[in-house]
């Protein structure tokens, strides 16, 4: 068959042959359809993500490691936990029987592998607690994932919606797409945090943090009251890190700005996924939610994978 196979960390995957998996007991062939290209598959390539090892300890190895294919009877699933080395960069993997469920119907198989972005975006509610009305800042709102923030976060009927980017073009679209402010934080440490401070209204409720590192260090800061008083109380969500793994957290942030902070997995269990998946598809039928995907050719992996035009749109490998 032909794969993406990656033959180095860091390098980029090769598009060749490579050998068919063969399904051992309780195990189950993949025809692979679409696979969504993410920052964490390159991260995990790159070798420089926190649970990669377990990918790239033994190579060559084909990457990325879910996405949609049809069982041998012809069912089209979403897939995951395959078996190295056969990642989903490839006409075929396999999985253990059961790690696969039916996607649904009438939706593009490109568009349900970016539907876990949003799915992820909907921990405004299974994480902070968000309820209507309420003000959200979305940090990152430029790339795939901080759009769709933005979008599931006018859905679900945010007050009002702030979003930072670092390109004035893209944060436009941004706007476009339900923002009511947008802040780019391409500017010096002081004038961001003015601008938080200016953009906040009666204060940010929920943070959908998606970037972490330099913007929300000077958020965080920027949250502190400077008189003896308590700020407003603003839940954060950390989702990404696309600024920065590491922040600098002052004690006064945590003490005195009512600032709490929760990791994106927080009150996801199968149950709230599965409602959280059933809302996500319901407003992708409807046409309210939309995705945007650039679709190639597995072919054309070695271009694909070095891209840095896509502005928004999230790569998406057609086997
Ligand atoms: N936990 C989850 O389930 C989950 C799901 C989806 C995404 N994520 C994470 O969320 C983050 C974003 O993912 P994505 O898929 O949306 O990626 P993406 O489409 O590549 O977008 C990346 C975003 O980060 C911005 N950015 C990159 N480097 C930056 C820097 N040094 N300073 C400030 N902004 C920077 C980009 O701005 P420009 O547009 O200006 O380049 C863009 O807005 C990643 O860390 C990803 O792993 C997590």
Partial sequence: MKAAVLHEVGGVPRYED???????????IIDVKAVAVENVDKAIAAGTHYAGEKYVGRLPVIPAFDGIGALPDGTLVGFGNIRLPYGALAEKTVVPQGSYKPVPDGIDPAVVTVMASAITAMSVRTAAGFVPGETVLVQGATGVAGRLAVKVARLLG????????????QLREVRAVGADTVINTAVSDEALAQAYLDARGDGYDVVLDYLWGRPSEILLRALVPRSFAFGKPTRVV???????????????????????????????????????????VTWTRSGELTFD??????????TAWRRTDLKGRRLVVMP
């Fill in 18 to 28: 490579f050998p068919d998996p063969v399904a051992g007991d309780g195990e189950v």
């Fill in 293 to 302: 995907v650039e679709k190639v050719p597995l072919s054309d992996i070695e």
């Fill in 238 to 280: 950390q989702i990404g890190e696309s600024a920065g793994t590491e922040l600098a957290l002052s004690a006064s942030s945590l003490r005195t700005s009512g600032v709490e902070v929760y990791g994106a997995a927080k009150g996801f269990d199968a149950q709230t996924i599965d409602e959280v998946y059933q809302q996500v």
């Fill in 158 to 169: 945010a007050g009002r919606i702030v979003a930072t980017g670092r390109d004035d073009a």
